[in-house]
């Protein structure tokens, strides 16, 4: 079994035995309501982390607006589900409303991601910055509906959509989409991770990844060889952004009320700490970082003033782990011995 099918593994049954753990946990009433509601942001965020690092990571490019991506993904989700919803049947419905999200933001991601990628460094990440502020501003300022002659749009107030008494509100301004009928659960956020982690994995063991790392590792050299730089940064920017429209489609079917708050700088901010922390370049390292630190500010709730002070020495400590030389250097040692120690005893049992 060749090294990269093995890690390979290793990533996918982490998510498996995260997923059976909490199922047994609560089968047997063991987890406690505040944890079971961090289950879905925690499968969000980790889609979010893993789809991220795909431009942070592996393209080299530092994006600052992927918030605005899943904002896109979840308003188009909930409100393709919002109408399909009331005619179709949910095994119908819910298909079409994650469609919608992430060919949304897959969308947005082409519009963005061509003249944007003409830019790199600080200049790229004030610009997705202002994509995301932008994208928030917008839809906060945005009042839809429909009732039986079409739809109706404004950017002023409710009273100016000009709707019948019956017509339908969709989005009402900064208040958002609101009865929501809740419908995302623990099992298909797993199934999105599980999908999530299958396409970025085989996408960076492909030709296009290993175009994507050449250019991340030197992007005139990766020119010279005759790599079009435009072609596979907009296809790494534009697959990160579908993802994050498919994690905001699970995020906001998961609550009744939806508004462009949830996703603000912040939230950029917190997803790119995901993949600093987890390790630049490392899908496993993005999978386990997102999960911990969206927990532990729950985890430590109860220590009330000194919450905080934990997380950030908890954010230092893991940061200094990653970045340390002697603790890699540490840990590729303990890699060796193990792997050494695996072949000794295949050998014994073989002369056995």
């Not at 589900?81 to 119908?92: D, I, M, Q, R």
Request: glycine share 10%; net charge positive; hydrophobic share 50%.
């Amino acid at each position: 079994m060749r090294k990269t099918t093995r890690s390979n593994i290793v990533t996918f049954g982490i998510v498996i035995l995260f997923y059976l753990v909490v199922q047994l946990l609560s089968a047997g009433g063991l987890l406690s309501n505040s944890f079971e509601g961090q289950l879905i942001p925690i499968c969000a965020y980790v889609v979010m982390a893993v789809s991220l690092n795909l431009t942070v990571g592996f393209l080299g490019e530092l994006s600052l607006g992927h918030a605005g991506f899943m904002s896109v993904g979840a308003f188009a989700g909930v409100l393709v589900w919002t109408v399909a919803g009331e005619s179709l049947p949910v095994f119908a419905a819910l298909p079409l409303a994650f469609l919608a999200g992430g060919v949304a933001a897959g969308l947005f991601g082409v519009i963005v991601g061509v003249p944007v990628l003409r830019l790199s460094g600080d200049y790229l990440a004030i610009v997705t910055l202002a994509f995301g502020e932008i994208i928030k501003n917008i839809i906060n300022a945005c009042y839809l509906g429909y009732d039986s002659t079409g739809l109706h749009f404004s950017l002023q107030d409710q009273s100016s959509m000009g709707l019948d008494p019956d017509g339908t509100v969709l989005i009402n301004g900064a208040m958002g989409i609101t009865r929501i009928q809740r419908v995302s659960n623990f099992t298909i956020g797993i199934l999105l991770v599980l999908t999530t982690v299958a396409v970025v994995l085989n996408l960076i063991r492909s030709r296009t990844g290993r175009a994507i790392t050449a250019i991340r590792d030197n992007e005139i050299a990766a020119q010279s060889a005759g790599i079009n730089l435009t072609r596979y940064k907009l296809t790494a920017f534009v697959v990160s952004a579908v993802f994050a429209g498919l994690a905001g489609v699970l995020y906001g079917l998961n609550f009744s009320s939806l508004t462009a708050s949830r996703f603000d700088y912040n939230t950029s901010i917190q997803i790119l700490v995901f993949v600093v922390l987890g390790g630049m370049g490392s899908v496993r390292g993005s999978i386990i970082a997102a999960a911990l630190l969206t927990v532990l500010p729950e985890m430590l709730r109860g220590l009330n003033d000194y919450r905080m002070l934990i997380y950030a020495i908890v954010l230092i400590a893991m940061m200094i782990f990653n970045q340390s030389p002697q603790i890699a250097a540490w840990r590729k040692r303990l890699v060796e011995r193990v792997r050494t120690g695996l072949g000794k005893s295949k050998k014994t049992k073989e002369v056995a």
